[in-house]
């Protein structure tokens, strides 16, 4: 959820200079008790999503947005054996799309470091690979502690990435 949130709005252009975003507590107070309500009453789970990102793109920044895209969905109910005829290979463009819109982040990588620049690539190149988010998000941890150990900068290394990477190390051993 935070990952898609601060995508989404660096997208829309809501980040502040030093790259923080105003109201994200609000935001992620709304996801999280949304979470919970929909959990309570047996719905699936209730959470932002980057597909968000291709309607920032087209120029929606506001919940009228969420609302319109709402009723089309609705509508879509009536259509849904129709749109059930479409192979699902013929969502390929729209998928690709929204891998374009999402790689478009990868300016604001550090490209003249690499203990900066080759965890963040590992972390793309490897959550398609091994099909799992979580697995490319590891590989992406462990990649950057390893290499910044390697190139003597181990104390840039925050306390918070030190316990991703052993709980990280955990999981592949034991897993």
Not at 10 to 18: I, P, R, S
Not at 113 to 128: G, N, Q, R, Y
Request: glycine share 10%.
């Amino acid at each position: 959820t935070a990952g898609t949130l601060v995508g989404v709005a660096t997208q829309a252009g809501l980040t502040k200079t030093d790259g923080t975003i105003e109201n994200l507590d609000r935001a992620l107070k709304a996801d999280s008790t949304s979470s919970v309500a929909g959990a309570l009453v047996g719905c699936a789970p209730v959470t932002s999503y980057v597909e968000s990102a291709a309607g920032v793109a087209a120029g929606g920044k506001t919940g009228l947005t969420a609302c319109a895209v709402g009723m089309l969905f609705l509508a879509m109910i009536f259509f849904a054996p129709l749109a059930s005829m479409i192979p699902p290979f013929a969502t390929a463009g729209a998928l690709l799309y929204v891998a374009l819109l999402m790689m478009s982040g990868m300016q604001h990588l550090t490209w003249s470091d690499p203990t900066e620049l080759l965890p963040a690539l590992l972390t793309i190149i490897m959550v398609p690979l091994s099909f799992s988010i979580a697995n490319g998000i590891a590989a992406g941890f462990l990649s950057y502690v390893l290499l910044k150990v390697i190139a003597g900068k181990a104390s840039d290394v925050s306390a918070a990435a030190w316990v991703m990477a052993l709980i990280f190390m955990a999981r592949f051993a034991f897993v």
